[in-house]
């Protein structure tokens, strides 16, 4: 049974596949080479055990392995959070470390270069400013992400450099400050490696050679060579910086995870937060006034409506997880209903429709500089998980649902009730009213609109949901009240679940972009159509891949 795990971490070309290849030669050590880039599009699982992930990967684990050693060399912020999740979902099954290489910045680029021409197939990769100014702008940002991760685990940090100028006493080195026991074997690597299972070094993977340091004389004369050149690129200075902080890991053979931590501090104290800046590229936010605007932005953000880009995306949440809260969001507590991806994806009792909400309040929140314990919030609804998350929240949440007394039994009778058309609350009482699939069921928004606006406090916002018909400017009228009061069906009767009526909901109106129009006639000062697409927080739809949500506020004083 793997009781350890060891998590090699490191830019690439910076020497993760070797220093994964020594220590994976120890009797009792099975190396796993970059479980998220051996196929970034059907990674595994983070919540695998370390014999699950070698079962994943047809890595034979027999009585005598103990340690895993896994090695991830990334620069881009999925493979990292990957590795984060790792580590977190393992940390109760078996000892974690972080075993972190930095080599010489500069040096690496020349290397990265070379290996993407010669060994990766990239002929268009070429010594110059366009490739030296990105190489320096993705090491940076994967530096940060990796203190940050360094910063929140047991690390041990080193240089490639000394472990090729001296590799027996830095990996004595390493050993101990891992609490590995050092063997001779792991310097003939070689005799033991499994080349089918190699990822990240074609060398190592083909033709593996004794360690040796003439790749550092070779790369720092290809450096100054064209170092001229390359300084006019406009990176100079901060790969100068990335340097400096290379040499301060290169002033030991290595830092124990005590010593590691004074030097992974983030260069200029700032913070990427690691789970917080999204799974997705897909991640977006922006508010509409007109369709115009929409179809303008939508043309070219095609992605946002192509299919592939979607189902990889819902893949994704589904086997890596989200963060929801400042929790992660494990695929494992995540539950895909039989409906569609933006009523049936739920974490902790709430869809990403409703996720959308809480993100746009919270926005509200930050925008108005209200208080959390001081913000009155009305939402009619008292029994669905998205109240009871308000309700957990927020002191100064009022709910309510919408019934017929006549048939109501006496435990529905103790909810308060509220009607949109018609409330009971005094004037100016509420600094935000949230409206989630109501407005559809109404046989006149306008009225609601008018009424909510009565109750908001100046400069007060509403937030609402309803299925929206984005495509076309006006709604669609399924049924209306005529002057009888009765009901008169323009389609076939359609009807929506309801958490106090079994027999569901009729919808009378479908909106549209008119639905802007028609509040601002209501009376409120800016309205908005607010687009979000996050799936790094688990909010994603079917079709249009994110959640509309009205934003509407009445006019301040």
Known sequence: MI????????????????????????????????????????????????????????????????????????????????????????????????????????????????????????????????????????????????????????????????????????????????????????????????????????GLA??????????????????????????????????EELDAFWERINASACFDPVDARKIITPHNGERIQLLADGICKLDVRREFDSIESWFEFIRSNKQLTAEKSRAECVRMLETQGFQHQNRWARPSETRRGQGNVREGFVFDGMNSRQRAVVFEFEQFLQESEINPNDASIYLPEYVSNLANYFRERYPGYVGSEYYDEDKADEKLKRIPREDLT???????????????????????????????????KPGGTLLSTFPFLF???????????????NIDYHTDPEFH??????????????????????????????????????????????GISGIFVLKASKPAP
């Open 422 to 456: 018609q409330l009971s609350f005094r004037q100016d009482s509420y600094d935000c009213v949230i409206v989630n699939e109501v407005f559809e069921h109404l046989p006149d928004i306008g009225a609601a609109l008018k009424e909510i606006r009565r109750v908001l």
């Open 497 to 542: 679940g309801d958490p106090v009526n079994k027999q569901g909901v009729l919808v009378f109106r479908i909106p549209g972009w008119d639905i802007i129009e028609q509040t601002k006639a209501a009376g409120y000062a800016r309205v908005n159509m607010v687009f979000l697409c996050k799936p790094s927080s688990g909010v994603i739809a079917d």
């Open 206 to 239: 083909t033709e593996p050679k004794p360690v040796f340091a003439k790749s550092v004389q070779k790369r720092e004369h290809q450096w100054l060579h064209a170092r001229g050149d390359l300084a006019l690129s406009g990176a100079e200075k901060v790969r």
């Open 471 to 485: 495509k076309r400017e006006e709604g669609l009228q399924r049924a209306s009240l005529n002057a009888d009061g």
């Open 3 to 202: 009781a350890r795990i060891v998590v090699v971490v490191g830019l690439p070309r910076s020497g993760t596949t070797l220093i994964t290849s020594l220590l994976g030669a120890r009797q009792g050590h099975l190396a796993c080479y970059e479980p998220w880039n051996q196929n970034a599009t059907s990674a595994p699982s983070p919540e695998l055990s370390p014999n699950e992930l070698c079962e994943h990967f047809g890595l034979v684990v027999d009585d005598q392995t103990h340690t895993l050693i896994v090695k991830e060399t990334t620069v881009d912020f999925e493979g990292i959070q990957w590795v984060k999740r790792f580590m977190e979902a393992n940390q109760a099954r078996c000892r974690v470390d972080l075993l972190w290489i930095v080599r010489c910045y500069r040096h690496g680029y020349i290397s990265f270069i070379e290996a993407g021409r010669e060994q990766w197939g990239n002929s268009d990769m070429v010594l110059g400013h366009r490739s030296y100014f990105r190489w320096v702008s993705r090491s940076l940002r994967a530096t940060r992400l990796l203190q940050e991760l360094a910063e929140q685990t047991d690390t041990t940090t080193f240089s490639y450099e000394r472990l090729v100028f001296d590799t027996e006493s830095t990996l004595r080195e390493i050993c101990k400050a891992l609490e590995l026991s050092y063997d001779p074997e792991m310097l003939d690597f070689a005799a033991s490696l499994d080349k089918e299972q190699v990822r990240g070094d074609v």
